[in-house]
């Protein structure tokens, strides 16, 4: 089954930390969002495996567009 992780909020694409095959447990964090000068973190919500990165650094996002999936 997979798990799309979703933006939480509005913003630009600050840090990618993980990558395509890595495992990651619940918590990790996978991607880095900034907005208005703040950075947030967003974490897997499932532990698995990353099967696709939807974003690069500095591209922007919406709220609710998919970041990754994990697997």
Not at 13 to 39: H, N, Q
Not at 53 to 70: H, K, M, N
């Amino acid at each position: 089954m997979q798990t799309n992780v979703e933006a939480h909020i509005t913003g630009t694409i600050f840090e990618v930390e993980t990558e395509v095959g890595a495992e990651v447990a619940v918590g990790d964090v996978l991607v880095v969002l900034e907005s208005m000068k703040m950075e947030m973190p967003v974490e897997a919500p499932v532990a698995g495996r990353v099967v696709e990165i939807r974003v690069s650094e500095g591209d922007s996002v919406d709220e609710g567009a998919v970041l990754c999936v994990l697997e």
